[in-house]
């Protein structure tokens, strides 16, 4: 069945040679009403609205083009797309062109210019009743945000599962570890009725047990070597203890949902305190610290306690990114109504395979971590309404940046007694 044309042009053609001058500017004029009308209409809408014609080159390009793509329509026009939109298959789209028919393809792609941006494009034929080429409409929408907020929605139902496990790894976990310590110092006592003498001033360590025997000791010397080793094995053991246990209670607060108290408060106080904390390690690991904060830094709203421990973990993990000799650096500053501060570290860096996986639970670059460090991190700022930035160069360091807003985002409520049409009022 023949597509419908549009009446206006149906009688303009049929009459076409009858028409006088009048007749013809009337024509002329109602056309150019309708372009003008057309191209105000596409301006309007958000989509981009790209024609491209059969050689390949721009025909035409609403606003929302310039904006997403960065092309300006004058100066566009006329010159090749690939030059513009390299990121799509334009041979693919061409052959789509020339095979006519009422087919579409759609793509799903990223492209850096002006601004990184996800974007969909639908990609149809001018004259999709015939062969050969005719150009090619192309429909950009921008689903940046909306693929943000799926990412977000996929983390928060990984949260939410996690927080279930965690549940279960407290109760199963915790209850046979706490059997276990008990146990473990049960044995000690009975040892201790061997006339083994531990020594209390040493740490719970392997090797730092000091074991003798007592001369009522009914196997002398042998007993005594006997006794020694176990009291090893049970320093072993309950070191393991302590630590499965601390991993617990890392998972449980990496997950653990915890408001927090907002105050207003200085990022440099904070950062002060953080480093004056771990001072003492940083030096007796042979490591600078570098510390430039901002002057007049404005206060921000945040829970100065969290915000300590998200660094507490970042600088930690900077320390052991270093060797001796290491520069740790701390900045803080302002940028887009908010506060910043960095961590940085002269250290081994982050390969870009791994980066993606920083905030995972579990997954961890150091030969003994738990991998929670981070994940708490992470929940620690987003809490806070704010965002973290990784920078980071295989053989020359890492650079860790947390942002929060300076106020809080409130309702914006209208004002008492104020009209429906009245603009809304932002609360204090």
């Known amino acids: 069945m023949p597509s419908p044309k549009s009446s206006f042009l149906d009688k303009v053609l049929g009459r076409l040679g009858r028409l006088d001058t009048a007749d013809l500017q009337k024509v002329v004029e109602r056309l150019a009403r309708e372009r003008n009308f057309?191209?105000?209409?596409?301006?309007?809408?958000?989509?981009?609205?790209?024609?491209?014609?059969?050689?390949?080159?721009?025909?035409?390009?609403n606003q929302a083009v310039t904006r997403l793509l960065g092309l300006v329509p004058e100066s566009a026009e006329?010159?090749?797309i690939a030059r513009f939109f390299p990121e799509l298959d334009w041979e693919k789209i061409a052959a789509l062109d020339r095979r006519g028919g009422p087919h579409a393809t759609r793509h799903e792609l990223e492209v850096s210019f002006p601004r990184p941006r996800f974007l969909r494009v639908l990609a149809a034929p001018l004259d999709a009743g015939a062969q050969g080429g005719a150009g090619v409409a192309l429909v950009l929408h921008d689903a940046t945000e909306a693929r943000q907020q799926t990412f977000e929605a996929i983390e928060s139902e990984r949260l939410?599962?996690?927080?279930?496990?965690?549940?279960?790894?407290?109760?199963?976990?915790?209850?046979?570890?706490?059997?276990?310590?008990?146990?473990?110092?049960?044995?000690?006592?009975?040892?201790?009725?061997?006339?083994v003498v531990t020594d209390a001033s040493a740490p719970s360590r392997p090797g730092r047990r000091r074991a003798t025997s007592s001369s009522a000791s009914p196997s002398g010397g042998e007993?005594?070597?006997?006794?020694?080793?176990?009291?090893?094995?049970?320093?072993?053991?309950?070191?393991?203890?302590?630590?499965?246990?601390?991993?617990?209670?890392?998972?449980?607060?990496?997950?653990?949902?915890?408001?927090?108290?907002?105050?207003?408060?200085?990022?440099?106080?904070?950062?002060?305190?953080?480093?004056?904390?771990?001072?003492?390690?940083?030096d007796n690991r042979g490591l600078a610290i570098e510390a430039h904060l901002a002057r007049d830094l404005p206060e921000a709203r945040f829970d100065a306690a969290q915000i300590k421990q998200a660094l507490v973990n970042l600088i930690k993990n900077s320390m052991h990114a270093m060797t001796r000799g290491g520069v740790l650096t701390i900045r803080t500053g302002t940028a887009a109504e908010g506060v910043w501060i960095s961590v940085g570290d002269t250290g081994t860096g982050i390969s870009q395979e791994r980066l993606s996986r920083l905030f995972e639970p579990f997954f961890t670059t150091k030969k003994k971590g738990t991998g929670l460090g981070l994940m708490i991190v992470y929940r620690i700022v987003r809490e806070h309404g704010g965002r973290i930035d990784?920078?980071?160069?295989?053989?020359?360091?890492?650079?860790?940046?947390?942002?929060?807003?300076?106020?809080?985002?409130?309702?914006?409520?209208?004002?008492?007694?104020?009209?429906?049409d009245q603009e809304p009022a932002p609360t204090a």
Not at 164 to 192: D, F, T, Y
Not at 242 to 270: G, K
Request: net charge neutral; hydrophobic share 45%.
């Open 38 to 61: 057309l191209e105000t209409l596409f301006n309007t809408i958000e989509d981009g609205v790209l024609v491209v014609d059969a050689e390949g080159r721009v025909a035409y390009c």
């Open 390 to 420: 990784v920078e980071s160069h295989p053989g020359k360091g890492t650079v860790f940046r947390l942002w929060f807003p300076l106020r809080e985002r409130g309702p914006r409520l209208l004002e008492a007694g104020a009209a429906d």
């Open 160 to 195: 939410q599962a996690l927080t279930l496990l965690a549940a279960g790894v407290a109760h199963e976990i915790g209850n046979p570890l706490n059997a276990l310590h008990i146990h473990l110092q049960l044995m000690e006592r009975e040892l201790k009725k061997w006339g």
């Open 78 to 80: 006329g010159q090749p």
């Open 223 to 282: 007993t005594a070597e006997i006794a020694g080793r176990m009291h090893k094995y049970l320093t072993v053991a309950k070191g393991e203890i302590v630590r499965l246990d601390y991993i617990v209670t890392q998972f449980l607060d990496a997950i653990r949902p915890t408001i927090p108290q907002m105050r207003p408060a200085l990022l440099n106080a904070v950062a002060k305190a953080t480093l004056d904390l771990l001072r003492p390690e940083l």
